[in-house]
């Protein structure tokens, strides 16, 4: 089913998930594992993060180096289909256009639709490790927009239809000039096709509520899906905001900090702060709320025990 008409048959807000695939080397029972904890929840989707080769340059014998694509993580499409066997919800295969011409891309969506799988989430993706500025194949997609329309032109070949979701940044993406353009640039991606947005991760959601009014009034009408992710280690208060552009709010920071010898508090901490931005956005007409796991299962499902 489309992630559009589970939006739109759904009489609650619900929880969905978004897992990162094991590195390589992990089981597919490992995997299963990981991710049965969260099904007591019922999530009706899954989403599964996507991540570009790394290139390594190893030094030859005669003091030249070679270029390697390494992949580092099991496939998405591979995840996905363990998923789809061993468990009864969609799932959300994350696409992106950075390291990809359009013609694996559309060998992708082939496969995906071959798979039985009608969702996915478009992204641009990031820069490799570096790289100063975010550079496409010759040829391929600089903006998720462009991969929006792309995914809608290889529908009309094809005759059938995937429901997209696209990414926005309540705090501005780190590249815009500033929150108008970003918002302007998300409108692009619904003008392209796009069905729903999920937010990345904020801490305050006063943040969040200032963005989907500013998107409303920028015209944009698709539903809005907040991302949450507790905190669980006083080390991540300095961590997301470099790896995400984000805010820690002033509250949380300190009492991460003041606790930053004492793991579980931490832990505790993180996880209280999370439930309590979560019962509040469900009190605040969100159609559902996204979680990102990040490999942890324990804070996640307190959270879903306390709120859904
Ligand atoms: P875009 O929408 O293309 O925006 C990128 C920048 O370009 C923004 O600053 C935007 O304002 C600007 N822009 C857009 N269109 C235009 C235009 N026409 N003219 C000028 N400027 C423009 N990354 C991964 O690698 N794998 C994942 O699985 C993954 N999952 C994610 C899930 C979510 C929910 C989110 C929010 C992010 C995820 N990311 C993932 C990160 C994402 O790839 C990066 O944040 C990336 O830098 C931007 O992707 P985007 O799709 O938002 O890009």
Known sequence: MKISDILSRSERPFPSIEIVPPLKGISKEELIASIAPFMDFHPPYINVTCHRDEVEYRPEADGSYTRHTVRRRISETAVCA?????????????????GMTRERMESQLQDLRFM?????????????????RFTPEPGGY????????DIRRFESKQGSTFCIGVGAYP?????????????????RKVDAGADY????????NAVFYAFRDKCRSA???VPIIPGLKPLSTAR???ALPEAFSLDIPLALASEMRAHADDKEACYTIGTRWCAAQCADLLRHEVPAVHFYTMGRADNIVTILKECF
């Open 171 to 187: 705090e501005k993406h780190f590249e815009a000039p500033n929150l108008e353009m970003d918002i302007q640039n998300l409108k």
């Open 142 to 149: 600089r903006y998720a927009s462009e991969l929006v329309e």
């Open 82 to 98: 363990v998923i789809q066997a061993r468990f009864d919800t969609e799932v959300v295969p994350h696409l992106i256009g950075a």
């Open 197 to 204: 947005i999920i937010t990345q991760m904020f801490f305050d």
């Open 116 to 132: 039985g799988i009608e969702n996915v989430l478009a992204l641009r993706g990031d820069c490799l490790a570096g790289e100063k």
């Open 236 to 238: 991540q208060v300095e």
């Open 219 to 221: 015209g944009i009408n």
